[in-house]
């Protein structure tokens, strides 16, 4: 079974690291571009960016680059995010998502993981 | 940046009844780059619809996406209880890529 399974929920404050995971499992993982996707609570869907594991290859929505980092490490099929110093308005759920299809760079996420809530408070 | 613009806001319906969910672009989206997922309370989205009309795995044919350019259409022949939820476009075009603000159908 193709599936992404994410880290548990986190709760911080303002100013400290996060770093959250998303492994893939059941396809390769080399293969198949992986994003992050943003949702603040009642809101809607915000592309923040996404990696190709095979390579590195990161691209970043402008309204997160240098906010954000996104990782991959193949040998333990996990893609991450994280951040050097949170601030309270990244407070949302965070999901991991993967292309419909290997190698298409411009695709849509057909495979999404659980998500991960992030609080970041005082 | 290419803007989507979803309307109706909400879609108030009745089980059976037909929805037609509007997604419009501020550019040219090309038929192949655009996607609607469906999203209920408490879970990850869920892709229905890629390249504006192919059906993603397992989605029932009541499900079905058209439209060109600017302007797409996903529309549900007979909603039933499960397909009250928020619906999203995204297109993939290029970057960011971008989603819809979304369109919530309730029941009546």
């Known amino acids: 079974e193709v599936q992404l399974v994410q880290s548990g929920a986190e709760v911080k404050k303002p100013g400290e690291s996060l770093k959250i995971s998303c492994k893939g499992s059941?396809?390769?993982?080399?293969?198949?571009?992986i994003g992050w996707v943003r949702q603040m609570p009642g809101e809607g869907l915000e592309w923040m960016g996404i990696i190709y594991p095979g390579d590195s290859d990161t691209r970043y929505s402008p309204s997160f680059q240098g906010l954000v980092t996104i990782s991959a490490d193949k040998s333990t099929t996990t893609a991450y995010l994280q951040w050097s110093s949170l601030r309270a308005s990244d407070t949302a759920m965070y999901y991991c998502a993967r292309h419909c299809r290997s190698g298409y760079y411009l695709d849509a996420f057909d495979i999404w993981g659980q998500g991960t809530m992030v609080t970041v408070s005082s | 940046e290419i803007a989507l613009v979803q309307s109706p806001g909400t879609l108030s319906l009745s089980p059976g009844e037909r929805a037609t969910l509007s997604c419009r672009a501020s550019?040219?989206?090309?038929?192949?780059?655009l996607a609607w997922y469906q999203q209920k309370p408490g879970q990850a989205p869920r892709l229905l619809i890629y390249?504006?009309?192919t059906r993603a795995t397992g989605i029932p044919d009541r499900f079905s996406g058209s439209g060109s350019g600017t302007d797409f259409t996903l529309t549900i022949t007979r909603l039933e209880h499960e397909d009250f939820a928020v619906y999203y476009c995204q297109q993939y075009v290029n970057s960011p890529r971008t989603f819809g603000q979304g369109t919530k159908v309730e029941i009546k």
């Open positions: 550019l040219n989206v090309s038929s192949t780059n």
């Open positions: 059941g396809y390769s993982f080399t293969k198949y571009w």
């Open positions: 390249a504006t009309s």
